[in-house]
C-alpha cells in the first residue's frame, strides 16, 4: 500500500509540508486590509545597453560579476576599447553634460561598476539605497 506524500517524508519535509499547506491557505484567504505590495519601478532604459540594464536589474544578487565576454554576450557586440583598457570608462563621473549614457545601464539599475581590467571582469554592486 502506497502512503500519502506527506506520511513518506521525514520529520523535517513533514513540517515543511505543513507550512507549505498553512502558508497556502493563509494566501488565499488574505483580506483586502493587508499592506499593499511595493514595487520598485525604474526609469526604463532603451538603446544598445538595455540588455545589460535587464540583466542586471533581474538579479537578486548583491554583487553580480561578469566578464567582458559574458558582457558582449549579452549586449551583442563588443565593448569598446576604452572598456578594456581604461577605469573610468566604468565609473564615470558626472559632468556638466551629465553621464554617458551606457553607463546608466548599470546606474539605473541601482549599482556601481567596478572593472578589473586584468581579469577582464565588472563587479556590479548594488548601491546601498537600492538593497533589500
Not at 519601478?41 to 537578486?60: C, D, Q, S
Not at 551629465?98 to 546608466?104: H, L
Given at each position: 500500500m502506497m502512503l500519502p506524500a506527506p506520511l513518506r517524508l521525514g520529520r523535517n519535509e513533514r513540517l515543511m509540508w505543513k507550512w507549505i499547506q498553512r502558508w497556502g491557505s493563509i494566501a488565499q484567504n488574505s483580506t483586502t486590509g493587508d499592506a499593499p505590495v511595493v514595487t520598485r519601478?525604474?526609469?526604463?532604459?532603451?538603446?544598445?545597453?538595455?540588455?545589460?540594464?535587464?540583466?542586471?536589474?533581474?538579479?537578486?544578487a548583491d554583487?553580480?560579476?561578469?566578464?567582458?565576454?559574458?558582457?558582449?554576450?549579452?549586449?551583442?557586440?563588443?565593448?569598446?576599447?576604452?572598456?578594456?583598457?581604461?577605469?573610468?570608462?566604468?565609473?564615470?563621473?558626472?559632468?556638466?553634460?551629465?553621464?554617458?549614457?551606457?553607463?546608466?545601464?548599470?546606474?539605473?539599475?541601482?549599482?556601481?561598476a567596478t572593472p578589473n581590467l586584468l581579469a577582464k571582469t565588472v563587479a556590479f554592486e548594488r548601491a546601498m539605497s537600492h538593497r533589500h
Open positions: 519601478r525604474t526609469p526604463e532604459i532603451t538603446g544598445t545597453y538595455a540588455a545589460l540594464h535587464k540583466y542586471l536589474e533581474n538579479r537578486y554583487v553580480v560579476v561578469l566578464t567582458f565576454g559574458q558582457i558582449e554576450d549579452l549586449l551583442g557586440f563588443a565593448l569598446p576599447d576604452l572598456a578594456r583598457t581604461y577605469i573610468a570608462w566604468w565609473t564615470p563621473t558626472a559632468t556638466s553634460a551629465g553621464t554617458p549614457p551606457y553607463s546608466d545601464a548599470w546606474v539605473l539599475a541601482g549599482r556601481t
